[in-house]
């Protein structure tokens, strides 16, 4: 332990007259080693390398304070600490427990200046008699110990006692009697991992030091003079006797009476014991280990040290809002209830203004598994699961960005040979359940989810651009250049998801993430302020990485996922009526399912698979339920919101004849096909009798014309919309590319 000063400090008075070293030594001398010439010159050296110890405040003494991490509401989530410590004023302490530390460690503690004459040479004459053993360190002496000392605690030797006793008395010199008593009461052990007093109670008592009964706080004071074998948890006959010790010695002292005395030693130690972690993580222990994770990255914005986070006495205050954590387990917790027990689940919530993470469930049993299935294993290059189709969503802003009109045609036949991708023959690239959905709007494939359509657009645009599309939104992980890219088959965590998702709910502006509200330190002073991106106490940024424009007309394209009859989110509408864009996702062989969806006030990714990636999930089952489960309880009395508006991006007449994308037939929809696109609509809402639209209808998709193109087209009427299954019999999943993905109507 560094060692700590003490300076004289203005306006403490002095209780003792001030005594040396030249005092101590020839008290030492007399009592101790009478006679042995040299002493003094011996006993110089053995304080001389002790320096002017500066203590500014007598809660100093206590180099180990917790940090404390809350949420938003001030609820406690965590507590860092290299000892289970709680500081508290003396008027919070019983006064039984004052009393009694005093009749048991001290009871001349009100007269001597440090160290105890008398008691010393009482517990020499006991010792040597043989009628007993005491001890004769003052509560003074027991603090310097316990604190400057420390490192030297386990010395026994004449020199630390020397080194002691002189520091002690200028602890008296420099503070009240009342200060070093309540030093003393706030950093002594007192077993099971609590030092302080405060933590002593909370931890057998689950109560307040000050609430303390006689027999209570006797158990405690007796505690410290063994506390591995006196606690009352593991010995509590040895915790009794001692107990019994203490209320001799404040009958003795005169603090009871004999009648308090009698009642006290009558009653039995009832615990009522209040467990610590060992990690320090009491609520919500996926969100507070990636926070205190996040803090002490070396590479990483905040960069605190071990010991600044587990003694630094910081106050972590942050975004997690209680109520929407609680909706966000509730929610994976009824979906999983469905499912295969070996199903997990994972979400993040994100309040897309601010970047401030409101919710996040990274598994259901962080005791067995603390893998984090939110943000992904730390350290690996690549950490995460497959999104599945929600990627799409890369795709379709690098389309928009570069002038395309959602009201393109795209050939979404299936199968699909797809030149310069591998996806021929016996690997020709398929929609789900094979669906050919012919030419048709890029809004339209993206409600229905076609792979086939997609990966041609994502060819179009050149998978460069989707790439940097990713990544300039907020995807952290190494995307490989691949036509599978878009369908979704480079791992991604959800944290990212919901974190490129929210740039489109917030207008094209990101900002970065964080779990974080405010840092305060030891001293009261926040040395971390991250209420407003871009501050100089803020570790946040604010950036327009998408147009407004853009992102309006993407937010357009995703609300027809959820509130059209051929979306593959229906399932995520919300019954009071609130907007959602969202995308849904599902893995090669089912091995992954994700949601991601957006309203103004959040935006959310959901995943859901078997971590050990063994097993698989029903061909029919989504994820957009659990995102309306949680909505609806996050929003749940709150007025509908709409997202920013703007006006349509500038769009350009492209065509890709290569990749049978647009064209000047299929990209010039006139007015009566645009009246044929709504009877089709009709028509598939007719069919669809049963399922419940609670959205108004989208403005129709206009009917394509066929674009000639070097390999044959599909008739260019789309097929009939896939309807949901309502036999819970799953069709057989057609066998994809290594690196295809299936997405489908959710049931």
């Not at 009393?99 to 010393?120: K, P, Q, S």
């Not at 926070?291 to 587990?310: C, Q, T």
């Not at 944290?495 to 405010?518: C, E, F, H, K, Q």
């Not at 407003?532 to 604010?542: I, V, Y």
Request: charged share 20%; net charge negative.
């Amino acid at each position: 332990m560094a060692s700590r000063s003490i300076k004289n400090r203005p306006g403490i008075k002095k209780k003792h007259p001030s005594i040396g070293f030249l005092a101590v030594f020839t008290v030492f001398l007399a009592v101790i080693v009478a006679g042995f010439s040299g002493v003094y010159a011996l006993g110089s050296s053995w304080i001389g390398d002790l320096e002017d110890y500066d203590v500014s405040d007598a809660g100093q003494l206590n180099s180990s304070l917790p940090s404390i991490m809350l949420a938003s509401d001030g609820t406690e989530l965590a507590r860092f600490q290299v000892e289970y410590r709680d500081p508290v004023e003396l008027d919070q302490i019983s006064e039984y427990v004052r009393e009694g530390t005093v009749a048991t460690e001290d009871e001349r503690f009100y007269e001597h200046g440090g160290f105890d004459l008398a008691g010393i040479a009482r517990a020499v004459y006991v010792n040597l008699t043989g009628s007993g053993k005491e001890g004769a360190s003052t509560i003074t002496q027991q603090l310097v110990r316990n604190t400057i000392l420390a490192d030297e605690m386990n010395d026994i030797s004449f020199k630390r006692k020397v080194r002691e006793m002189y520091l002690s008395v200028k602890l008296e010199e420099q503070y009240s009697k009342d200060e070093i008593l309540l030093m003393y009461l706030n950093t002594i052990n007192y077993g099971s991992g609590a030092y302080g007093i405060e933590a002593a109670s909370q931890r057998y008592f689950s109560k307040h030091a000050s609430e303390l009964t006689l027999a209570e706080a006797a158990a405690l004071i007796g505690i410290p003079q063994s506390p591995t074998y006196n606690n009352p948890i593991d010995h509590e006959d040895n915790c009794l006797a001692r107990r019994n010790l203490v209320l001799d010695r404040m009958l003795t002292n005169g603090y009871i009476t004999q009648e308090e005395h009698d009642a006290a030693q009558a009653e039995g130690i009832v615990l009522n014991t209040t467990e610590t972690t060992v990690d320090g993580l009491e609520k919500y222990p996926y969100f507070s280990s990636y926070v205190r994770d996040l803090l002490m990255d070396p590479d990483g914005d905040y960069r605190y040290s071990e010991d600044e986070i587990f003694k630094g006495g910081l106050t972590i205050q942050t975004t997690l809002d209680v109520d929407s954590q609680e909706a966000a387990e509730a929610a994976i917790k009824e979906k999983r209830e469905s499912l295969d027990p070996a199903i997990n689940g994972a979400l993040v919530a994100i309040e897309p203004e601010t970047g401030f993470i409101k919710a996040m469930v990274g598994g259901d049993d962080w005791e067995n598994n603390k893998l984090n299935l939110a943000t992904g294993e730390r350290g690996v290059p690549n950490p995460g699961r497959p999104s599945g189709s929600s990627f799409k969503v890369f795709t379709l802003i690098a389309a928009l960005e570069a002038g395309i009109s959602p009201q393109t045609m795209v050939d979404c036949s299936s199968p699909a040979t797809i030149p310069n991708t591998g996806y021929t023959g016996a690997n020709a690239l398929q929609n789900i359940d094979n669906n050919n959905y012919g030419t048709i709007s890029i809004q339209r494939a993206f409600a229905k989810s076609s792979n086939t359509g997609f990966v041609r657009l994502e060819m179009a645009l050149g998978i460069d651009k989707v790439i940097a599309t990713a990544k300039k939104m907020g995807i952290t992980s190494t995307l490989e250049a691949n036509p599978s890219l878009t369908l979704g088959q480079s791992n991604v965590t959800m944290l990212d998801m919901a974190s490129a998702y929210a740039i489109i709910a917030n207008g094209g502006v990101r900002v970065d993430p964080t779990p974080v509200l405010t840092i305060t330190n030891s001293k009261g002073e926040v040395i971390v302020d991250n209420t407003t991106p871009d501050t100089s106490l803020s570790k946040t940024h604010s950036e327009q990485v998408i147009s407004p424009e853009v992102a309006h007309a993407a937010t357009e394209v995703m609300k027809t996922v959820v509130n059209t009859s051929e979306g593959t989110g229906q399932e995520a509408a919300l019954p009071n009526g609130q907007v959602v864009a969202a995308k849904t996702g599902t893995s090669t062989e089912y091995k992954d399912i994700t949601f991601c969806g957006i309203t103004p006030q959040m935006a959310v990714a959901v995943w859901l698979g078997d971590p050990a990636n063994v097993k698989t999930l029903p061909a029919r089952v989504g994820a957009g339920d659990v995102f309306r489960t949680f909505m609806s309880a996050v929003l749940d009395g709150q007025p509908t919101e709409q997202f920013p508006q703007a006006a349509d991006p500038t769009y350009k007449n492209f065509s890709d004849p290569t990749y049978h994308v647009g064209g000047s037939a299929s990209s010039s929809n006139t007015d009566d096909e645009k009246d044929d696109e709504k009877k089709k609509d009709a028509e598939d809402k007719d069919a669809d009798k049963g399922k419940d639209d609670p959205a108004p209808t989208p403005t129709p998709t206009p009917t394509p014309t066929p674009t000639p193109t070097p390999d044959p087209t599909p008739t260019p009427t789309p097929d009939p919309t896939p309807k949901p299954d309502p036999d819970p019999t799953p069709t057989p999943t057609p066998t994809p590319d290594p690196g295809g993905t299936t997405d489908k109507p959710a049931s």
